[in-house]
């Protein structure tokens, strides 16, 4: 099942895969683990010979953002190591924690001992929709499908810090019968927010709500993020309220489409 | 005065409040959109994101030396006859606008929409002192007569309905008013005619304080700034520091700036430069016209890494694209400033003994920034606001606590998963046995929302002789 790697589609024949380092991230590694897995999929099947990052845990987020720098530093130290230990682009299924990765973690270890291995490390970051729309010409060609509406939810450090919006678009583009409806709020807050979601919960799920009830409006069958936070609160949202729609990481969309 | 919510009670509880509240939640997100929208439309064919940057350059460039552009301003006011005043703080502001009442024998008092006198609480002060107040806005004239206080730095009563001010007008009309809006607005505005006529002092804020000219800039949609500043005996504005400006040209930049981010206008209906009292042979205007400067926790800020929220022009549009804020509105912030710029500006100026809540009431999603005319970082300041707190050792011990524990667990991969594998199989039976309500945090998380149970065989454990 993990075996497959670089090689099915030659439209890279010739190339060698070219290396890339798989960072799964705490969310996706505990929480949504097949989902990393659909990720590693879509990246062999685009010719990149995918290594997943197991020693590492966590990019530490929710320390930083909380105002624990010591301890986001303490955590994000064992992903920069591990992560140092690998080669090529570093792919991250993970919006915000691509952005906390290339972003913050420069100045979150200015000064440190390793301030200059997390500059490295976070200069080879990408996320990974972006990195599949370099390969949109492979994605054509595998004749994807999923019949269905769907909806796309911009995670909010994604689409502001890495101001990453048209690229998972352009990669739904290439989902035949997938009709993508553009969404009033798609650019607002999911509500999640790391601890913000647990320190003040009645308002994160209200904010919950209204990106729901304009998806529900909108008549998606579907709402795709490409940020397991986003996906944890808007899916948890939606499963207690017991209805539609299915909340999913764009790389199960693309599995589920026949990526794989 | 009423008690302090901010010491009274938590965001949490406010919001709650005001969560409560299905017409909040319709109408502060229409009402906002509706200015967004405006902002995006009316400025398509113009180069908004290079004026931003204008704006923003203008402000630090101000910024930087402070007290010159105020040694500027002030000699130029003064030479246009205004007299000027300090203000070190709240008190000593009241202090001045009390004593200038006083001493022109004033009884009746106009005001225009200020959130600088909002800032101090004027009003109860002036009203303690005998005078007979008016607020002049429509919106902060219903505000005040419902003992209410404004909940948006442009729109004080976004979170009213028409019933309620149908309700509140009917009462001083004493009589049942239509349920029409251009009705109602015809009776309020009947009303503060009179109070217009009436007045001997109107007081104002100031939108900006141009240098070198000496004048102060209001900018309204209602006229009623015009009447208050021009019939009355005398003007009083009220300035915070930072809202000097040094040139007319800079005030070119500010001026599309602050109308289209706050109401969406490429220009407001009303602009007025104030430069002087009433000059000799002129028809109208006030015999004498008062600049009080308020400092308030402005200087403090200079020089710090918070300088920059001294740019601020409170327009209002960091609130109307915040998700927070759309959801509770602005008195979940407990002060005069919700929104972003509230949960920013009231620890600076309350401290965080009062305000130092605020911060965490933030998803940190960074529209604000993204909207805000002169690019104040805001999403970086509640960062570290956030981190202060920390380090200042004000967090409270549980999370302390957990932020320990995650670390220790976090920090080494062995440990990391050993204790999710036992949390793991601790979180699935919980969530079987339907006690999640009772795991901390994650009971929190289960309020209205499903548990994510930790997959069985998480990522680091597929395939891991495949590496
Ligand atoms: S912070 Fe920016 S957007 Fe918010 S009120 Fe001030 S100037 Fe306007």
Redesign the interface.
């Known amino acids: 099942m993990i075996g497959i790697r670089g090689g099915a589609d030659t439209t890279r024949g010739g190339h060698l895969p070219d290396t890339v380092a798989l960072f799964p991230t705490c969310l996706g590694d505990l929480v949504m683990p097949d989902t990393v897995e659909h990720a590693q999929h879509a990246l062999g099947v685009c010719g990149l010979d995918v290594r997943p990052v197991r020693g590492g845990t966590c990019c530490g987020q929710p320390a930083f953002n909380a105002g624990f720098h010591p301890h986001a530093r303490r955590v994000a130290r064992v992903s920069v190591r591990a992560l140092a230990q690998t080669t090529g682009p570093i792919v991250v299924p993970a919006g915000s924690c691509a952005a906390m990765m290339s972003r913050h973690w420069v100045g979150l270890f200015a000064g440190d001992r390793d301030a200059e291995l997390a500059r490295q490390v976070a200069g080879r970051v990408v996320e990974f929709s972006a990195v599949l729309a370099t390969h949109l010409d492979v994605l054509e060609r595998r004749h994807l499908s999923w019949p269905g509406t769907a909806g796309y939810h911009d995670s909010c450090h994604m689409l502001r810090e890495l101001r990453l919006s048209g690229e998972p678009r352009a990669v739904l583009g290439c989902v035949r019968d997938l009709e993508l409806v553009p969404l009033a709020s798609a650019d607002r807050c999911c509500g999640f927010g790391g601890t913000f979601s647990v320190r003040y919960p009645e308002v994160s799920v209200a904010m919950a709500d209204s990106k729901l009830d304009d998806a529900r409006s909108r008549g998606v069958d579907v709402l795709i993020s490409a940020d397991p936070g986003c996906l944890m609160q808007l899916g948890g949202r939606a499963e207690r309220t017991g209805d539609t729609p299915r909340v999913i990481h764009i790389a199960t969309l693309l599995h589920e489409a026949g990526l794989r | 005065m009423s008690e302090d919510p901010l010491t009274s009670s938590t965001?949490?509880e406010r919001?709650?409040v005001q969560?409560a509240k299905p017409f909040l939640?319709e109408a502060v997100?229409r009402a906002t959109d509706i200015a967004v929208r405006d902002l995006r439309e009316r400025f398509a064919g113009h180069d908004y994101d290079g004026l931003r940057e204008l704006g923003r350059e203008i402000r630090a460039r101000t910024m930087a030396d402070l007290e010159d552009a105020l040694a500027t301003l002030t000699d130029a006011l003064v030479a246009n006859g205004i007299h000027v005043h300090h203000a070190a703080d709240a008190a000593a502001a009241r202090e001045h606008i009390r004593r200038i009442c006083r001493e022109s024998d004033a009884t009746r008092v106009v005001k225009v929409k200020s959130m600088a006198t909002e800032e101090i609480a004027l009003n109860p002060a002036l009203v303690a002192d005998g005078l007979e107040v008016t607020e002049t806005d429509l919106g902060e004239y219903v505000v005040q007569l419902d003992g209410d206080r404004p909940s948006h730095i442009i729109a004080p009563i976004i979170h009213k309905t028409r019933a309620e001010v149908r309700e509140t007008l009917s009462r001083v009309a004493g009589r049942e008013l239509p349920d029409d809006a251009s009705e109602l607005t015809d009776f309020a505005r009947e009303r503060l005619r009179d109070a217009f006529m009436d007045a001997d002092v109107g007081i104002s804020g100031a939108n900006f304080g141009v240098a070198e000219t000496g004048t102060i800039v209001l900018v309204t949609n209602e006229g009623n700034g015009r009447m208050c500043t021009s019939m009355p005996r005398i003007h009083i504005a009220l300035m915070g520091i930072e809202r000097v400006i040094p040139t007319l040209e800079d005030l070119s930049v500010m001026l599309p700036l602050i109308t289209g981010a706050g109401t969406g206008q490429l220009i407001t209906s009303y602009v007025s430069m104030l430069s002087g009292p009433r000059g000799e042979g002129e028809p109208d205007g006030p015999e004498a016209m008062h600049v009080v400067l308020l400092d308030n926790g402005r200087r403090a800020l200079l020089g710090t890494e918070y300088q920059e929220v001294l740019h601020c022009i409170r327009c209002g549009a960091c609130q109307n694209v915040c998700?927070?804020y759309?959801?509770?509105g602005g008195h979940a912030y407990g002060w005069v400033y919700g929104g972003p710029i509230g949960a920013v500006l009231t620890p600076l100026f309350l401290g965080t003994e009062a305000g130092g809540e605020l911060p965490?009431?933030?998803?940190?999603?960074?529209?604000c920034?993204?909207i805000c005319p002169v690019k104040i970082p805001l999403h970086d300041l509640l960062?570290q606001?956030?981190?202060?707190?920390?380090?200042d050792g004000a967090?409270p011990w549980r999370?302390r606590l957990a932020?320990?524990l995650?670390?220790w667990a976090?920090?080494?991969?062995r440990r990391?998963r050993v204790v999710?594998r036992i949390g793991?199989g601790v979180v699935r039976v919980m969530a079987a046995a339907g006690l999640m309500s009772s795991l901390g945090?994650?009971g929190?998380?289960a309020?209205?929302?499903?548990?994510?149970?930790?997959?069985r065989?998480?990522?680091?454990s597929?395939?891991?002789r495949?590496?």
């Open positions: 965001f949490a919001a709650r969560l939640r997100p998700p927070v759309r959801q509770v965490q009431a933030s998803s940190l999603c960074g529209a920034d993204d960062l606001l956030r981190r202060t707190r920390v380090d967090a999370e932020a320990e995650w670390a976090w920090s080494s991969p990391y999710t793991g945090p994650l929190r998380w309020r209205g929302r499903t548990i994510p149970t930790p997959a065989r998480p990522f680091h597929r395939g891991e495949d590496v």
